[in-house]
Each structure stands twice: as structure tokens, then as C-alpha cells.
């Protein structure tokens, strides 16, 4: 809006560059907020309560994640780290169909067992730290209204938790009959209309037990996943995101389940989301998933990919994990004080039989998701500074003329003993994560936050793109950036009243430096209830966070206010 509107307003910011979210061109204005919303976009007159001077920065919309598993973590961390330190100021939890519910607190045994593996979350944590007072979804949904937040959370209805709320303990051995299915229909339709966004669900085996059996989903034929999927399609309402199944390197085989995906989003009329990731030991896989996008649309169908900005790295340290950690010397050695083990490193003979053992033949489990495995040094990367580049430990176990664990040894204690090791998982090619990220039909996203607590760390991944893929190496404009983060997550996901800076727009809002905003090192908190671990990261560079019209962050420090709020899905809203 043009011209000067005189007025009270809750919040004003001044003198900052508007990049509105939609892609356009950045633009100079003032912006006034007025019960959590964007009341006047252009040359604001009136008083405020509160002013933010944004001069010299950017005020851009608050970034959108739509795939989190902060489902556990929103009971004992009511501001939502790591994500709010990145600008984060809604998030979708309940990915991968793992869920608090529908679960009676007699039955929770069940759900913990889906997710203390799988997402690598305490199950002692989750038992110290959830207050359980529901039994079914819409009970979930009203307990989570309670609860202080800090953001924005919308959440799926996972396929685990339905198996389990129907079937008890045969949802890990069974097929669902057609009582169970008509517990889970049922459940499922009164979760969609209470607000639940949509229907998750798993089929990949990287999601096991802590017994290394299925989680419950994965033991669903694809009958099942369509029938839950067609109680989304009754009521015209809800997303489904599945983690997908391992089609095999086979042609035919991954053809055959990409057509059973575009035929279910073509048939449901329902939008149909899932993770995708380039891989060097089979670089050929993920793009005819992307031609997938293309040829559902063409038929009519809804189908969207969830991409990282970067390599998706397992995180390893002295002061979390190890590869070596269930070895012989190396077991014992790991369960001493950190002083204690930096002292052993120290010491000639000690030093001597870690490397041996380490490198000796071991009968090894199997490694699943993001899990320890043993180290591949050529992809073995030291992370001694955030923004790289990144040595191998072989490259400096060459130059040192070391073994590569001694080397890593060598590593440790010249930075006593607080570095990071990173060995990518997927996207170690970063061309092929430029082109996922340039595909009109996927979204930047799927941090995993809340879940991997202490493996993997990619809080950041929405700070990566503007501080990596914008500043360092100019692939995108900012303008581009933030639409991605802002207005193209929040259009996936239906939510229509965020994403732009825009009068009648809700005011979930960041002011930021572009030329300084930029993930910081990982660090080692042992901040989860009972005291386990977990890797944190902040962020620079971003002066201000603003959820629903409130201040939330300045400077990267929490006023002490929580404006966040629970988003029901559009079938809620219209009840």
C-alpha cells in the first residue's frame, strides 16, 4: 500500500529492504503489524509499542520446514531449537508416519519403540519429558494447543502410531484385517478433521526398532497405504508423505513403484511428498523420480520432492560417536571421562592398540539410516571451520604420513578433542543438489529437525542456502532464496496465510544481514531431558525473528515471549 495511513500499531519495522517472499524484486518500505498481522506494507505513520530498526538489512518472511520430528521435543523445548535460531517460524512434524498418537499412555511403550531407533530420540528422554494426557489425535492436537511455543507447528498423522493404536503388539508381525482397518479409517478421518495435516507413513529400511525388526508401517501392504490414503480422498483434505521404499538399483523395479506413487496422487487427488537425495554409489536413481513429478502433473496428480541444500553429512566426535566405538579396546576406552580418553590418546601404547583395533577385522551389525558405520577415508571429511573446504582424513593421513586412524587421532587432540568428522550419506555431489534444488516441483526442506539428535545436523539447512548457495556461490539470487524457503514451503503445505510479506498476511517475519547470516559450528549440549545428548547450532547475522507479530529472537537471543501456535489443518479451520 502507498501513502502515509496514521495508526496504532503493535509492531513497526523501519527503514529495511522488503524481499515480500513471491520472487520479485526487493523493494524499500516500512511495515506495520497489528494483532499478529501485516496491516500496512509502505510508508508507515503511527505509534508503536515496539520498533525494529531494519536499516541496512533485509526483512524477509519467516522460513518454512515442512519436514520436522519435533512431535517429542515440543513437550520439553517450548522455543523449538535448533530451528528457531535459524529463522525457522513454522515447521510440519510428524513425518515418516511417526507419531505421539493416537497412543493411550499404557500403550506409549509401542510408539517409543517406532521412534527411539528410527529418529534416534531417547527413549528415556521421551519418557521423563512427555506429559502423555491423550489417547487419540484430536486429543493430541488439544494438548498441543496448551503448550507455550515458540513457532509455528502443523503436524501428519503418522501410519506407525495408527498401526499400533489398532493392532497393539501384532502392528509389528501382522497385516491389518479389516477390524484394524476400520480403527484406522476411523482414527485417521477424525484426525483430519480435527487438524491433522495430512497421513505419513514409512516404507524404507533404514526405519528400524531398537530389536532391528520393521517399524510398524513398514509391515502395511501398499492396499492398506491406498485405503488410508482414500479416507484423505473421501473428505478432500490432507497431504501424504511417505519415506519410500528402496525400489533396488533395477529399472524395472523402481518403475514399477513410481508408477503405484503418480497412480495414487492421479487416483486420491490427494498431494503426494517425499524425500530425495543423489547417492555416488548410484548416481543414476534419483532423476527419473523427478521426470515422476512431471509426468503426475501432466496426468492431472499433485507430487512434490523434498530436497536438502547440501550433502546430508553423519556427524562424528570424540564427544558424541564413533565408528569404532563397539570395538574391542576402543568399547572400554569410550565410557571413560573425556579428560580420561584425551590423556589414553596421549599415551604411545594406548594410542598404538586403538589404531589396531580399529583397523582389525570386526563382526559388525548392520548400520541402518544414520547410524555409525565404518569410515570410507576418502569421504572422511574434517570439519574444522563451518564453511569448508573440508579435507579427507585420507588426504591428511597422506600429507602426515599416518595411518588414517591415527591420523584422525592426531586431529582430535590438536583440537582438543572437540572437532567434527562429517561422512556424507547422499548428495556428495553438489551439482546434482543445485539441480534438485532448480526443479519447479520440489521444495528446499526436510532438516529432519527434532530427530537424529546426535547424528546428524542440519538445523541450518535454510541458513546454508542463503549463506552457501546465495553469497559464496551466487546460484541464486536472494530474491529466488527466500521465495524458496518462504512462499514455495509454505504453498506446498496449504499454508496460505503465511510465506509473504503481504497485508492480511500473518506476521511471521525475519530481519536479517544478508552479506553475515551463516550457520554456525555444531556443538555438544547435554540439554535433553535425563540429560542426554544432543548436537545444537545457531546462526549470525539475523537481528530479529518475529512469529505472529511478536518478537521472538533478537540477536539470536529469546525475548522470553512464546507467540507460536498450533496449525490445524484447512477441514479444523472450517469447523
Same mark, same amino acid.
Given at each position: 500500500?502507498?501513502?502515509?495511513? *496514521?495508526? !496504532? ?25 497489528? !494483532? ?38 515440543? $513437550? ?18 510428524? !513425518?515418516?508416519? &511417526? ?13 517409543? /519403540? ?32 496448551? +503448550? ?68 510398524? $508401517? ?25 519415506? $519410500? ?66 550433502? +546430508? ?10 565408528? &569404532? ?10 565410557? +571413560? ?38 569410515? =570410507? ?17 585420507? =588426504? ?24 567434527? &568428522? ?24 526436510? $532438516? ?27 546460484? &541464486? ?24 510479506? *503481504? ?21 555438544? *549440549? ?11 547450532? *545457531? ?8 512469529? !505472529?507479530?511478536?518478537?521472538?529472537? /533478537? ?21
Amino acid at each position: 500500500a502507498s501513502g502515509a495511513i *496514521k495508526m !496504532n500499531y503493535d509492531l513497526i519495522i523501519k527503514n529495511g529492504a522488503i524481499i515480500d517472499g513471491s520472487g520479485a524484486a526487493r523493494f524499500n518500505a516500512d511495515i506495520g503489524i497489528k !494483532n499478529g498481522i501485516i496491516t500496512t506494507v509502505g510508508s508507515v505513520d503511527g505509534d508503536a509499542t515496539e520498533t525494529i530498526d531494519a536499516k541496512g538489512q533485509v526483512v524477509t518472511p519467516g522460513f518454512i520446514d515442512g519436514h520436522t520430528h519435533m512431535d517429542a521435543q515440543i $513437550s520439553w523445548d517450548p522455543l523449538g531449537t535448533c530451528s528457531v535460531w535459524h529463522g525457522i517460524t513454522t515447521v510440519v512434524m510428524g !513425518n515418516c508416519g &511417526f507419531t505421539l498418537a493416537p497412543c493411550a499412555a499404557k500403550d506409549k511403550h509401542l510408539v517409543v /519403540r517406532n521412534l527411539e531407533r528410527a529418529e534416534d530420540i531417547s527413549g528415556a528422554a521421551m519418557e521423563a519429558g512427555i506429559d502423555w494426557t491423550w489417547e487419540t489425535y484430536p486429543q493430541y492436537l488439544d494438548a498441543l494447543e496448551k +503448550l507455550p511455543k515458540g513457532i509455528n507447528y502443523s503436524g501428519y498423522v503418522g501410519h506407525s502410531a495408527l498401526r499400533t493404536y489398532a493392532m497393539g503388539e501384532r502392528a509389528f508381525t501382522d497385516e491389518a484385517n479389516e477390524a484394524d482397518m476400520a480403527i484406522m479409517k476411523k482414527e485417521l478421518a477424525d484426525s483430519i478433521r480435527a487438524g491433522a495435516i495430512g497421513f505419513s507413513t514409512s516404507r524404507t529400511r533404514n526405519h528400524q526398532t531398537p530389536q532391528g525388526l520393521p517399524v510398524s $508401517s513398514r509391515l502395511a501392504t501398499w492396499d492398506e497405504v491406498k485405503e488410508l490414503v482414500g479416507v484423505m480422498s473421501e473428505l478432500d483434505a490432507g497431504i501424504f508423505e511417505i519415506a $519410500s521404499e528402496e525400489a533396488g538399483r533395477s529399472p524395472e523395479a523402481q518403475r514399477e513403484y513410481q508408477v503405484r506413487l503418480r497412480d495414487l496422487a492421479v487416483e486420491s487427488g490427494r498431494p503426494v511428498t517425499w524425500g530425495m537425495f543423489s547417492a555416488r554409489r548410484a548416481p543414476d536413481i534419483w532423476p527419473p523420480y523427478f521426470d515422476l513429478l512431471n509426468e503426475t502433473a501432466e496426468l492431472g496428480g499433485t507430487m512434490f520432492a523434498q530436497v536438502h541444500s547440501r550433502a +546430508l553429512n553423519v556427524m562424528m566426535s570424540f564427544e558424541t560417536r564413533l565408528p &569404532f566405538d563397539k570395538f574391542p579396546v576402543w568399547k572400554e576406552f569410550r565410557e +571413560l571421562p573425556l579428560a580420561e580418553q584425551k590423556a589414553g590418546l596421549q599415551d604411545p601404547a594406548m594410542r598404538a592398540r586403538l589404531v589396531e583395533s580399529a583397523n582389525a577385522s570386526h563382526q559388525e551389525g548392520k548400520a541402518v539410516g544414520a547410524e555409525m558405520r565404518r569410515p =570410507d577415508y576418502n569421504w572422511l571429511l574434517v570439519m574444522d571451520t563451518i564453511e569448508g573446504p573440508h579435507k579427507t582424513v585420507a =588426504d591428511i593421513a597422506e600429507e602426515m604420513h599416518m595411518d588414517p586412524v591415527d591420523a584422525m587421532i592426531e586431529i582430535v587432540l590438536q583440537h582438543d578433542m572437540k572437532v567434527f &568428522f562429517r561422512q556424507p550419506l547422499f548428495n556428495e555431489n553438489q551439482d546434482h543438489v543445485l539441480e534438485m534444488m532448480r526443479h519447479p516441483r520440489s521444495v528446499v526442506t526436510f $532438516s529432519d529437525s527434532g530427530a537424529h539428535v546426535s547424528q546428524i545436523m542440519d538445523s541450518s539447512l535454510q541458513t546454508h542456502v542463503l549463506s552457501h548457495w546465495v553469497r559464496e556461490e551466487n546460484a &541464486f539470487t536472494l530474491e529466488e532464496a527466500i521465495k524458496m524457503i518462504t512462499h514455495d514451503t509454505g504453498s506446498a503445505w496449504g499454508f496460505d496465510d503465511r510465506g509473504l510479506i *503481504k497485508e492480511g498476511m500473518a506476521a511471521d517475519i525475519n530481519v536479517f544481514d544478508p552479506d553475515t547470516i551463516n550457520p554456525l559450528m555444531p556443538e555438544v *549440549k547435554h540439554d535433553l531431558p535425563t540429560g542426554a545428548r544432543r548436537l545444537v547450532q *545457531k546462526a549470525e547475522g539475523i537481528s530479529a525473528t518475529i512469529v !505472529n507479530g511478536v518478537v521472538l529472537m /533478537r540477536d539470536g537471543e529469546h525475548t522470553g515471549t512464546y507467540p507460536g501456535k498450533l496449525l490445524r489443518g484447512p477441514l479444523a479451520e472450517t469447523l
